[in-house]
């Protein structure tokens, strides 16, 4: 049985070339255009890991669900956020994995490269 991934991401375009290259490693993917859809859908499907953009309907978006999904029935569902919010945002600082403001297990900035998101994926499934 394969491993469910879920990606929550606004950009269709990386939703697909994300689903292409993860699916091509065996991986069964699943995809929500919003925070509200990936929530829905997470604990609807309880996916081994999500990978989570932050800025989507509002520029918080995904930093919210991360603490929604730690209060809810998927609080075991590893998180990786992988986000562009500190470049867009020309935010002098990153964002690091704690219990309470940011319940994931990795921050990635995007554009990551397909190897590093892979390797992260593998650390956490």
């Avoid at 986000?83 to 994931?104: H, N, Y």
């Amino acid at each position: 049985m394969s491993k469910k991934i879920l990606i929550v991401d606004d950009d269709p375009q990386y939703r697909e070339a994300t689903t292409t290259m993860l699916e091509a490693k065996g991986y069964e993917v699943f995809t929500a255009k919003n925070g509200q859809e990936g929530f829905d859908k997470a604990i609807q499907i309880m996916p081994h890991l999500i990978l989570l953009d932050v800025m989507m309907t509002h520029k918080s978006e995904g930093f919210d669900i991360a603490r929604n999904l730690r209060q809810s029935e998927a609080k075991n569902i590893p998180v990786i956020i992988v986000t562009g919010v500190r470049k867009e945002m020309s935010l002098p600082f990153g964002f690091q994995p704690d219990d309470d403001w940011l319940p994931v297990k990795a921050v990635l900035e995007k554009p990551v490269k397909p190897e590093m998101l892979l390797d992260a994926i593998s650390q956490h499934i």
